[in-house]
């Protein structure tokens, strides 16, 4: 085939490529030899080519989309945490510009319907220490204002003789009348105002008490007059405390109008400013409160309570803040602000919201510590305990995280503050990717690895039918190649008899002769490819009659001895006497002996031996068929049963054949429960062993295997 191969290839196909090959393959026996390799190698090159089309190139194109794909997957679930810190950093800054958002909105509305936003300033917002009003020279004008600078030292009052006397009788239950005129003689001796003041204060207050209610009203006028504006040592204004005495004095006597007058006396005191640092107006309306308490309705004295607590509380802050407001104005220069707009400014512990409002500056001090504990704990408190993410406050003094998500500067408020969102556990999530990563290129490996697995076993598949195709198509030339030869005999012989062209006896005996010859070869060859295709179809059987194996054999040769193939060389056949009888079908047995009888005459060189022997062997009966040969090389002898199956080699191949006999020999043998085994050795010559048992498991009619 190989041959017709290269005929019919037309010649610039045996190009510079084939040409080069041929040269590579030169070592090899033949031209026919090396261009049939070289052929080979060119078939396997386009099958690697079109492998590396068909598989590789689809695989590369799947691995990488997969690894495109991963790479967007991980994309989107980066962006997925990416939306949820948006949202948790979205969410903290909603509600801190909600927070200041109403304090600001509410300033203002207070401020345009005309009312003062300072009191009850602690509604507005929850984190406020203190509220003021400041004039255009930027002095507190509400609801404080910087009392006397000079404060009193009380040392008079605590070292003082004459005073310390007066306030220990009084303090022993002395009787009034001594009392009052111990505080009187101490009121004249003292030098200070305030001292002195509070020295006839007392006086009065134990006179009222015990009765003498004229001569307290004089005395107590007569101060009012003197020193109404002026402070004890404690910061008592004399005028407040006056009041506050006689209110209490009166309300013993006539509940309604001491009542009312306590009442008078602390909407006085809420209505006026108090000074900052003293702490005499919100003692004073604390305690005629709480005089009053058991008189008035409750709701009004708890918001009248805290009205003052507030007071008194912003009072402390404001003394507390008063200085970082001051230096707060100086680095804001002239401060300038839009009507109805709020300016933030950073103190050290107040964060101020400052606003002008006709000519006036208000001023509000939010409680920075307190402002951003809150903002932490806020921070901490969101993102869903489930979610991958959490908020942190960073300052302007801490380290930024090394994972930032999102940051949101808290600007205006919080200067050099900012919310950030981090990765709950940056480790954990790093980890979750790189797992996912890693299980997806498997995937994607496995798909390959099973798409090449899978392209590999059906190229395998298809080269395994193609070359079954192969090498039938070879059968089918091998056999009308092996019947040409003795029909051709046949006729020419045929045709010579017939024309009278064998003028003797002994030339006309031999075309006969020839004519037998031939056609027996030629039903030999027939009955071997019925036979074959009947074993393949499974319909092939075989009657196992005990008998003589020998007699079998015998008759085989007898048959074949004169053929074309066994003329010209000597046929030796052995039987060893008396041998036991073997359950065999005698036909199918001379076919054996036929097969590999004209296979030694046919690869071996004429005038060589062939020798059969039948004998017995381990409770069985052998039959051997020995030549001197060509034999068969060793990579051989494990396909020479195979069906079509022709030894590669040139010398086989010279020779005619179709690849059945030994195929056909092998089935029969096992139909009689043989076995067949084979000696070789090349150039020295086979020999072929057909063994038969003599117990038959089965003696009846078997089918081919
Ligand atoms: P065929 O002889 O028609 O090729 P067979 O099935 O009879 O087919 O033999 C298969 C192959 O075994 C042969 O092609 C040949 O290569 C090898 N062979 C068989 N018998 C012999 C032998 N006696 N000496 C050498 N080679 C043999």
Redesign the pocket.
């Given at each position: 085939m190989m041959q017709t191969m290269a005929v019919n290839r037309p010649s610039s196909e045996q190009s510079a490529f084939l040409r080069i090959l041929r040269w590579f393959f030169r070592n090899q026996s033949s031209p026919v030899r090396a261009l049939e390799s070289a052929l080979r190698l060119r078939r396997s090159m386009r099958i690697i080519v079109t492998g590396s089309v068909m598989i590789l190139l689809p695989s590369m194109l799947l691995a990488y989309f997969g690894i495109v794909s991963i790479q967007s997957e991980e994309l989107s679930a980066m962006n997925d945490i990416q939306k949820q810190a948006d949202g948790v950093a979205g969410s903290y800054v909603a509600q801190a510009e909600r927070a200041f958002g109403y304090f600001e909105a509410s300033v203002i509305d207070r401020l345009e319907a005309g009312r003062s936003p300072l009191e009850a300033a602690s509604e507005l917002h929850p984190n406020l220490l203190i509220s003021l009003k400041l004039d255009r020279n930027l002095d507190v004008v509400a609801p404080f204002y910087r009392g006397p600078t000079s404060r009193f030292e009380p040392v008079e009052y605590l070292f003082d003789a004459d005073v310390r006397t007066a306030i220990a009788a009084e303090r022993r239950g002395e009787e009034s009348g001594v009392v009052s005129s111990l505080y009187s003689r101490a009121s004249r001796t003292v030098n200070s105002d305030q001292v002195k003041a509070r020295m006839r204060f007392d006086r009065g207050r134990v006179m009222l008490n015990s009765g003498r209610r004229a001569d307290a009203r004089a005395v107590l006028d007569d101060i009012q007059q003197l020193y109404g504006d002026i402070r004890d040592p404690w910061g008592f204004r004399m005028e407040d405390l006056i009041e506050l005495l006689q209110a209490e004095e009166r309300i013993g006597r006539e509940p309604l109008r001491g009542a009312e007058d306590l009442r008078a006396l602390i909407d006085r005191l809420m209505d006026q400013r108090w000074a900052i640092g003293e702490g005499g107006e919100g003692a004073v309306a604390r305690r005629a409160l709480s005089r009053l308490e058991p008189f008035a309705d409750a709701e009004w004295a708890a918001s009248t309570r805290a009205r003052i607590d507030d007071r008194m509380r912003m009072q402390f802050w404001t003394e507390a803040l008063l200085p970082e407001l001051d230096s707060v104005l100086v680095g804001q220069g002239t401060l300038r602000v839009d009507k109805g707009k709020i300016r933030w400014v950073q103190g050290e512990r107040g964060l101020w919201a400052l606003t002008w409002w006709d000519e006036n500056l208000y001023a509000f001090a939010l409680d920075r510590i307190t402002l951003l504990e809150d903002a932490r704990a806020l921070a901490d408190d969101i993102g869903a305990p489930g979610s991958a993410v959490r908020g942190m406050l960073v300052g302007p003094n801490d380290r930024m995280p090394d994972e930032i998500l999102v940051r949101r500067s808290l600007v205006p408020w919080l200067v050099g503050w900012s919310m950030v969102v981090v990765p709950r556990d940056a480790v954990a999530l790093a980890a979750d990717l790189e797992s996912q990563r890693s299980r997806r290129i498997g995937i994607i490996f496995l798909a390959v690895t099973l798409i090449g697995v899978g392209a590999l076993s059906t190229a395998r598949f298809v080269s395994t039918e193609l070359e079954g195709a192969r090498v039938k198509a070879d059968f089918a030339a091998?056999v009308s190649h092996e019947l040409r030869s003795p029909i051709t005999q046949i006729r020419l012989k045929a045709e010579s008899l017939m024309l009278g062209l064998s003028d003797t006896e002994e030339e006309q005996q031999r075309d006969y002769r020839a004519i037998v010859r031939e056609s027996e070869r030629l039903s030999r060859l027939v009955d071997n490819v019925l036979d074959f295709s009947a074993i393949e179809r499974g319909a092939k059987t075989y009657a196992l009659i005990p008998g003589d194996i020998g007699e079998s054999v015998r008759s085989a040769i007898d048959v074949v001895e004169g053929s074309a193939e066994l003329v010209d060389r000597d046929v030796y056949l052995s039987i060893e006497p008396h041998l036991p009888p073997v359950a065999h079908d005698p036909d199918a047995i001379a076919q054996c002996v036929i097969?590999?009888t004209s296979?030694?005459a046919?690869?071996?060189d004429p005038g060589t031996p062939v020798r059969i022997k039948v004998k017995r062997r381990n409770s069985g009966v052998q039959i051997d068929?020995v030549?001197e040969?060509?034999?068969?090389p060793e990579s051989?002898l494990e396909q020479?049963?195979e069906p079509f199956?022709?030894?590669?080699?040139a010398s086989?191949r010279r020779?005619?054949?179709?690849?059945?006999?030994?195929?056909?020999?092998f089935y029969i043998v096992s139909a009689h429960n043989g076995r067949v085994d084979?000696v070789?050795k090349p150039d020295k010559?086979?020999t072929?062993s057909l063994w038969f048992p003599l117990l038959m498991r089965e003696p009846s009619n078997r089918q081919g295997a």
């Open positions: 091998n097969n590999l296979n030694a046919k690869y071996s068929v030549d040969g060509i034999g068969i051989d020479i049963f199956f022709r030894g590669g080699d086989v020779r005619k054949g179709t690849g059945i006999g030994l195929a056909i020999t084979v070789s010559g086979s072929f």
